[in-house]
Each structure stands twice: as structure tokens, then as C-alpha cells.
């Protein structure tokens, strides 16, 4: 069964661009989240990585179409357990790779090891700021099964482009955190509402609105239950209390006959033994004139203290006024 996070990604993935700053702003975040550097005694050559065939014909054809010819795809398998097949893009041609790092901010001078993870100049644009969220999340993000709990995360092997995503995410209010794991850094997102924009920001309209429906019907499902416990807890209590309104009840009528209670009483009585079940509120309706639940209450509690002096003379001493 394929994942959510899987359907998100296959759907950004057949996200058509055709403005190069977009362009290259995915490519500057694929760098920073699934790429690599490759340093030979031929030169030097980038290597991008994914299990997502998707996701790797996109790079594979931004890197064709607007850099050189001189690409190559290797698939291998995972040694992990699913044993998944991975991607990997190589742009062989040295120039390209140069121009690539230019464009992309990732490398400004001769110095590859001396690299950029937070390139300002290459998000100025909305757009290009979207482009570079959606192919970070590509690169290396995943979401969770909204059914089970709501997080979406992107993973980075360097704190400062962690931090940089987040900064992006923020612009846009979507409370994003930074916190490390091991030898990673995780940008990740918990909340629903803020998962959800984040879904139409990146362009996943399709996912955002199955997102927003597993959402809506988790939320109202959530509800009924909570008016459900509600109801049983207040069933629950309208029992425990109508049990002992009954059995203080027939202790009076056994010992000193229910018409020896004033009338007002006598009537609360009377119902109570001929419904078990019913509320205060259900009662005082049911009486002429009718009264509140208060009212009710009251009464029963003039029942209680009455049944209450007879268990104490019934113990050799007086109890009274317990509630």
C-alpha cells in the first residue's frame, strides 16, 4: 500500500515550470537535501539521490534541458530492509556542475569546500521561495498518515539549512521547529491547519484536499465522541444519584411511610420511584406548578437529610445535614 507521503510527492513531482529562477531554485534545494559532491581525479561531478523514480526524472530533465546533455541515471537497491530501489543523477560535465553551483548559491568561489546552505539570492521571489519548499520536501521530507497524527517534516544534514527552510516556512506563519536527531537536523511542522497550507503552498491541491477531508471527518468524529462520553458520563451520574435517591426513598416509606413527608416532597418522591431514569430536569417539568432543576435538587436533598437522621437514631446517635 503506498504511503501519503509518497501520493504528495508523486503529485509535486508532475509539477510543470517553466520560469528558470523556479527552476533553479529547486535545483538549489535539491543540492542542499539529496545531493553530493563527487571530487575525482577527472574533476568534479554532482550526485543527486532518491527512491522516488518521479522525483528523479525531474531532476534528471532540469539538469538535461537547462545544463548540459552530460547526465547520467543509476538505479540500485536499498541495503535497508524494503530493499527500495534508489536514483541516482550524476552531471558529469564539470562546467555544468560550476554553473550549476553559481546559480544554485552553493558554491561562490574556488573553494568547494566551502559551501552555502542558506541562499538568500536564489528564494527572492515568491514563487522561487515556494519552488525551494517543494523540492526540500522532495529532496528529503515526508508526512505522516493524517488518519494516525498530523507531522510533516524535512530532514537536513546541516543546522544552518535547517534553520533556513524553517525561516522560509515561517514567512508564511506556518510555526515550523528546528530540533536535532542523531546526526540530522528536522524542520517539522504539527499542526493541521498549518500542514494543510503548507500542502497548497507547494502546489499538492489534490493531496491538501484528501488531507482536508481525512481532517474534517477526524474532527467531527472526534466531537461525536466527546458529546458521547458527555452523554455517559451524565447518564452515569443521573443513575449513581437516582440509586440513592431510591433507596432513601424506600428507607422513609419502611420506617415512617411516605405520607408523613410534606407534599412537595411526597411528589419528587413518587416520580423517582416510578422512573429511575429520569433527570432533575425531567422531574421538575413533570410536577404542577412546574419547578427548576434546582428546585428538584433541593427537595432530594431534604429526602436525604430525612433518611439520614434515620440511619443515625438507627445507629444510636443523630446524623443530620450530611449535604
Known sequence: MLSFSFD??????????????????ELSAYIRMCGALQLSGDGIRVRFNTENAAIGRRIFTFLKDFYS??????????RQLKKNNIYTIVLEDENACKLL???SEFITGENVFVQSYSPYRVIRWDSAKRAYIRAAFLGA???????????LEFVSNNEEHANFVSDILNEYCLNSKVIARKEYFITYIKGAEQISDLLSLMGAQRSMLKFEDIRVYKDLNNNVNRLVNMESANLNKIVNNSVKQVI??????????LNSLPESLQQVARLRL??????????GMMLDPKIGKSGVNHR???????????RGEQNGYKESNIE
Open 69 to 78: 546533455k552530460d547526465v547520467e541515471v543509476k538505479i540500485s537497491q536499498s
Open 141 to 151: 521530507g515526508s508526512i505522516s498518515n493524517p488518519e494516525k497524527y498530523y507531522h
Open 248 to 257: 432513601d426513598i424506600n428507607l422513609i416509606e419502611e420506617k415512617l411511610g
Open 8 to 25: 504528495v510527492k508523486n503529485e509535486l513531482a508532475r509539477i510543470k515550470l517553466n520560469d528558470l529562477a523556479d527552476i533553479i531554485a
Open 274 to 283: 416510578e422512573d429511575e431514569s429520569l433527570s432533575l430536569k425531567e422531574i
Open 300 to 310: 432530594f436533598n431534604k429526602i436525604r437529610e430525612i433518611a439520614n437522621e434515620i
Open 101 to 103: 553551483f553559481y546559480d
